[in-house]
């Protein structure tokens, strides 16, 4: 988005009031989503909290509330469902940063969860936080059984053996140097593009998108999940923990399209699947594009500086 | 089941020859429910056939099967409820079995997940069988959109904060020599009764039970699983690793009824709530109750010996 014009600025500040607003209720409804950590299990209560409600940019709860929005859903649902994919965002962090897989202590610049509590109590953390986005998806309100039963089907896909749980197999298995770039945008899309995929769809879902429509943000959820990995490997190799806001350094040895193409190449083909990403939101008709595309810079914003 | 004429005798083996057939139809469909082991990712559906297709009692899944049948329900979609409820059961074994909870390395007389792949995989595959879980309940043929949904919350409700995963923390905690009988039954409710409630009232929901026979179905459901976790208590301790076809003596240290009370008392206790499972069974008034009563007598058999 281009500030040229008395015009587009003030709908620039208008986005930003509009995403700011819809991070608050996202945040106000994960806190309640979770039992307090008075509740019994305590520990595993002030667990979740722990992993769940650390400053985050909600970006894929955001990403499903306004295309919701946009493709005409009014209903507070997106709010829970976009919870939802926050939860079982923050369960696969918890997994990936155990001592047996990535091993790191540092996530969104507090201990991650095994380190401030301990390995169990972080495995059945993550279980408990997967466990409970399905039972969200079950008791939406005022959306009818077949839409929320898709749901749910929808999220056990993106979790499974075509998703984020292949991904991460698959992530741990990575030692290929000679893996070629389609390889890696393939190990991609299942890690972080089948939580972006949910998250886009499920809103399509809720708001009765047509073919045509779903078919345009399944484009601009696939483009963009390629856009966030790639984004997540830059910041691994090029900050450092304070800068990136948790521990990097755990790509060295895997195959990645940065080690493979260098730092310039690689900055360029994010850029180009920024611009996808938005020539397929154009396409999806959203009323509210101006919007979500705002909610991409921001998140996107860092390889501008 | 006391076998003192020829037509009890014949009963009896009628009800042998239906436990056999369905156990097959189970195992069968568990077998179609995971990948083959050479889908990819492979490692991911080797471990999960490794620890959801060993040879098990199916006992779960033989409870659902067989109270949806003698409540009413016909359909096939009792073995798929009956398969979800061994899904989560060989999860929350993986998960118990890790060397950051109950450490073991023996499981169904063949190495437990972590040993025979390695820790990552293992709870990826205990996250993934999880997960398929949901999937399965959210495709059940010829069952509506309203009860698949509700099977979802049951599902997620009793693996949740107020089931499995609460009482596999709490069990992690348990070192309170002091606990009282009350307080132990409580967490094995919790640990092991929640499944059991999950498969008995899952097959409720299919046959549309009314709500009388489901309250006796839960209080059978709640009984069994008090005497299922004794049981798993006295094989832990009376037993040796090859009897109990799993690593034993893990619950030394921790509170359990056998510890508290000895080993008669144990039994004793262990036999009043079968007696107990079984007239809520009546109470039910089931068409096949001497079929279950069989499926019960096959699950604790050993304490009549």
């Not at 991904?167 to 770039?181: F, H, K, P, V, Y």
């Not at 890696?184 to 939580?195: D, Q, V």
């Not at 779903?214 to 959820?221: G, Q, V, Y």
């Not at 493979?260 to 850029?271: D, F, I, K, N, V």
Request: glycine fraction near 6%.
């Amino acid at each position: 988005m281009t500030v040229n014009a008395p015009h587009n600025l003030s709908t620039d500040i208008d986005d930003f009031a509009a995403i700011k607003a819809v991070t608050g209720l996202i945040d106000a409804r994960l806190a309640t989503i979770i039992p307090s950590s008075q509740t019994w299990p305590a520990r595993l209560h002030e667990a979740q909290r722990h992993a769940l409600l650390s400053p985050g940019k909600r970006f894929r709860p955001l990403l499903c509330v306004f295309v919701a929005k946009g493709a005409g859903f009014e209903g507070d649902a997106a709010i829970d469902v976009g919870c939802v994919a926050e939860m079982v965002h923050a369960a696969s962090l918890i997994l990936d940063d155990l001592p047996c897989m990535d091993d790191a202590e540092l996530r969104r610049n507090q201990p991650t969860t095994h380190i401030a509590f301990d390995e169990s109590t972080a495995i059945l953390t993550a279980t408990a936080l997967l466990n409970r986005a399905f039972g969200v998806l079950s008791r939406l309100s005022h959306v009818d059984a077949e839409k929320r039963i898709e749901l749910v089907d929808l999220l056990s896909y993106a979790v499974g053996s075509k998703g984020l749980i292949a991904g991460q197999m698959a992530d741990l298995a990575n030692t290929d140097a000679n893996a070629s770039i389609s390889e890696i945008e393939r190990l991609n899309t299942l890690k972080t593009g089948a939580l972006f995929d949910f998250s886009v769809e499920a809103a399509a879902v809720l708001a009765g998108s047509s073919a045509g429509q779903r078919s345009a943000l399944k484009d601009f959820s696939h483009h963009l999940g390629l856009a966030f990995q790639l984004m997540d490997d830059v910041k691994d190799t090029l900050m450092s923990d304070t800068e990136a806001e948790k521990t990097v350094g755990r790509d060295i040895g895997k195959a990645t399209i940065l080690a493979l193409t260098g730092s310039e190449a690689a900055l360029e083909r994010l850029s180009g699947y920024i611009i996808n990403a938005k020539e397929a939101l154009t396409r999806a008709e959203l009323s509210n594009g101006d919007t979500l595309n705002s909610v991409l810079d921001a998140q996107f914003s860092f390889i501008r500086t």
